[in-house]
């Protein structure tokens, strides 16, 4: 039951922001959203996570829409090390689990 | 600081042989454990969830079984394994009622 939709791939210009979309039109309202991202042969890696508030770190920024239906990740100065696959989730505060879908292949280029 | 540590990185094993990969945690108390497998080109599989010593969740049926002798320790066994057992192996610990979860460095296994 995937929760979450997201582009299968993406490129985009080292130095440029990278605006990364997710659609999670069934969103309940106690479901956080997180995003996550794994290079090549390591674990994830936690980025963000927000519930209905646009969220920033100093990794990213997260922008969910006022219906909560959809939600973009910014990396606002991409560069090549961000090259991963990028997991949007949604989940309850309270869930134990955390799955993970396909995600989106992120390509930095140069 | 809390640190999470899985051995061993890589390992080749026969077919039908045993299996034990463990992971530990440090720095945090009564931590989620948690046991992740990717298979190659493939997403994160959850295998196994616990929540405290003793208590382990199954989330896929399969010939892999998980224990948590200690607060802090998190172990992955089989007693004979199979070709399609072959992926990488994630062991990852979270804060109780916490989604940010923090990853090891993951167990490489090819079975043969």
């Known amino acids: 039951d995937a929760k979450t939709t997201q582009p299968t791939s993406m490129d985009c210009a080292e130095g440029r922001a990278a605006n990364l979309p997710c659609n999670h039109s069934?969103?309940?309202?106690?479901?956080?959203v997180y995003w996550y991202r794994q290079i090549h042969s390591q674990g994830p890696q936690y980025i963000i996570h927000?519930?209905?508030n646009n969220e920033t770190n100093e990794m990213a920024s997260l922008i969910i829409t006022e219906d909560r239906k959809s939600s973009t990740l910014i990396l606002p100065h991409a560069t090549l090390r961000d090259t991963a696959v990028y997991y949007c989730?949604?989940?309850?505060?309270?869930?134990?689990?955390?799955?993970f879908g396909a995600g989106t292949t992120v390509t930095v280029r140069a | 600081s809390q640190t999470i540590h899985q051995w061993p990185a890589t390992l080749v094993q026969p077919v039908g042989s045993p299996l034990s990969l463990e992971c530990t945690v440090e720095?945090?108390?009564?931590?989620?454990l948690y046991w992740y497998r990717q298979a190659a080109g493939r997403g994160l599989q959850l295998l196994f969830y616990?929540?405290?010593?003793?208590?382990i969740s199954s989330e896929v049926p399969q010939n892999l079984s998980a224990s948590r002798p200690q607060d802090r320790q998190f172990i992955l066994s089989s007693k004979k394994l199979l070709l399609s057992d072959s992926g990488f192996y994630l062991c990852?610990?979270?804060?109780?009622?916490?989604?940010?979860?923090?990853f090891g460095e993951g167990s490489r296994l090819t079975v043969l």
């Open positions: 990852a610990w979270s804060r109780l009622a916490v989604g940010q979860l923090f």
């Open positions: 069934t969103i309940s309202g106690n479901e956080y």
């Open positions: 927000g519930l209905k």
């Open positions: 989730i949604v989940r309850p505060l309270n869930d134990y689990k955390l799955s």
């Open positions: 720095g945090t108390s009564n931590p989620n």
């Open positions: 616990s929540v405290g010593i003793g208590q």
